[in-house]
């Protein structure tokens, strides 16, 4: 079982940075991938970005390439999301998630941490 819990949520204006992390506990994080997901009232929960278990390896949604950044810290159990040049439209709820193969479903979600961009 994999407990993953975020923070750094909050309000910010268009332009601005927030740095979202996840710590995770309860299974061997190292060979975990990692991701964060995101979702607005009314509509299907949004991938943002994914980190494989090396950290090399990243791939990101077209709506936030060359804005966000997704990097780990496997000895400290933490994936972070560095979030640049916000965008009223990034407004969401921020999920962190994680699974064991490389491809699939996610196993584990946090609760969520609300991101809210003012314009």
């Known amino acids: 079982q994999v407990q993953l819990v975020e923070s750094g949520g909050g309000l910010v204006q268009a332009g601005g940075s927030l740095r979202l992390s996840c710590a995770a506990s309860?299974?061997?994080?190292?060979?975990?991938?990692m991701a964060w997901f995101r979702q607005t009232p009314g509509k299907e929960r949004e991938f943002v970005a994914r980190i494989r278990w090396s950290g090399t390896t990243t791939y990101y949604a077209d709506s936030v390439k060359g804005r966000f950044t997704i990097s780990r810290d496997n000895a400290k159990n933490t994936v972070d999301l560095q979030m640049n040049s916000l965008k009223p439209e990034d407004t969401a709820v921020y999920y962190c998630?994680?699974?064991?193969?490389?491809?699939?479903?996610?196993?584990?979600w946090g609760q969520g941490t609300q991101v809210t961009v003012s314009s």
């Open positions: 998630a994680a699974r064991l193969a490389d491809f699939g479903p996610y196993n584990y």
């Open positions: 309860g299974r061997t994080f190292s060979r975990l991938v």
